[in-house]
């Protein structure tokens, strides 16, 4: 089943785990936007700097530390994804009960090991 997923904290350095999950979600066949903060591409994805408007995804993916993720929970709330996946390093208690107050799955995960595993 294809899942639609934002991946937030994307970046064009293929050393970066969220360039590689860009890729693994796309080889898996996921529809996939992914939103960082310079312009780019991960294979055949662009890489926007402005939020998504269409509010219809399945999955966040956060590879963004605590620090910088409050700047996207206002965007998370209204698309109102099924799950938000914290991968590791990307942990935070608060913002994850938040997310389960708000009926909003909070997963601490490593989306390419889900991918891997045939969890995601």
């Known amino acids: 089943m294809s899942r639609k997923t934002l991946v937030i904290g994307a970046s064009p350095n ?29 294979g055949d994805v662009p890489i926007t700097l402005v939020p998504p408007e269409d509010p219809d995804f399945d999955t966040v993916t956060l590879y963004v530390g605590a620090p910088h993720q409050e700047q996207y929970a206002g965007l998370i709330f209204r698309m109102r994804p099924k799950r938000v996946i914290f991968n590791p390093g990307t942990e935070n208690p608060a913002f994850e009960t ?7 799955r909070a997963e601490r995960a490593c989306t390419l090991v889900l991918l891997a595993t045939n969890q995601f």
């Open 98 to 104: 938040r997310l389960a107050r708000a009926g909003i």
């Open 14 to 42: 293929p050393e970066r785990y969220a360039f590689k999950a860009v890729n693994a979600l796309r080889a898996h066949g996921h529809q996939v936007v992914a939103l960082g903060i310079r312009k780019g591409m991960i």
